[in-house]
């Protein structure tokens, strides 16, 4: 094997992870073959497989790298000191969701990992993991309430909510729905 | 063909979706096929094709029967007048997830039917339909709110929220929820 620089083997992943997210989010995690992948990415079969021996490695590397995105902008909205008022940090948490929905369009990647996860016990761990390290974050925004353990659990259920409906229901946005957030919290937040 | 009784359609339409829910909630949608689930009914396949020809057929009757079941008790727990306090009518709807979760495991049919949904337009028209009608009690359960319509959004989310990481991340039981929920809400709920 030729010696390659590590620019190139990043160039490489990131060309197949990009591909793979289209197949995903346009035809689903299930109908979507290795061979679909391959041929999206424009790559050899073997210069492929030396990346990502199954489709799973490819769900797993596109789950941690979302979510690891995902935290880096949630520090950056929630994690500043002094802590922001609530209803300030969950309009821009909202936003960050937002821009996985209608923007790059992540979120119903997210929903497969969802299913596949349940049924998948390797991936459901992984997911268990860096879930709990989302909620984490939102444990931390809601340091001033009295349990804010199991404040953070709702306001991450308010979020993954969110996402539910915009994808699947529809009829909210996110303006809408931080108005039903800031009536919910009261005057106070 | 035989001339059958209505109760005797009924009894066999009921065998083909409880076994069906079974092999869903082992599997996975996907990794099952028409013939486990003709398996697990117990049915010739002449028999059962008669009654659902196809497995987007079987998770549309589960998804239906289930979303009724879930909207007949949630008018019971929130459809009382005058309207419960928020608090107490949330604790209500969280143990009826709880049952979808822990008990009967529909929850995770549900998270499966939620990605085939985006990639089905068909089924995505149900499932945008049926939770409509779930999150309009939600809007009921908030009439008092000066914005009824995104409170039950919320409101709604709130659940989902709950039923994700429940199946999902775990660490998480409805009264740490719901003490989560009554210290967002304030002493006023």
């Known amino acids: 094997m030729p010696r390659v620089s590590d620019q190139h083997l990043a ?11 289209r197949c995903f989010i346009a035809d689903g995690f299930h109908q979507t073959s290795m061979q679909d992948v391959i041929r ?4 050899s079969v073997g210069a492929f497989y030396r990346y990502f021996p199954s489709k799973t490695d490819l769900i797993r590397a596109i789950a941690e790298e979302t979510v690891g995105e995902l935290l880096v902008e949630l520090d950056a909205a929630a994690g500043v000191e002094p802590a922001p008022p609530l209803a300030e940090a969950m309009r821009q948490v909202l936003d960050i969701a937002e821009r996985r929905i209608s923007g790059d369009q992540r979120a119903r990647i997210a929903v497969q990992v969802w299913a596949e996860a349940l049924r998948d016990p390797e991936l459901g ?6 879930y709990q390290r989302v909620r984490d974050r939102f444990t931390l925004l809601a340091t001033r309430a009295a349990n804010p353990e199991a404040v953070g659990a709702v306001l991450f259920g308010l ?22 957030i800031v009536a919910l919290l009261g005057p106070g937040a």
């Open 11 to 21: 160039a490489r992943r990131r060309q197949i992870l990009d591909a793979a997210a």
């Open 40 to 43: 999206a990415a424009g790559l």
């Open 125 to 130: 761990e992984l997911v268990a993991d860096i």
């Open 159 to 180: 979020v993954q909510g969110y996402v539910l409906q915009r994808l699947l229901v529809g009829k909210i946005d996110a303006t809408m729905y931080h108005e039903g």
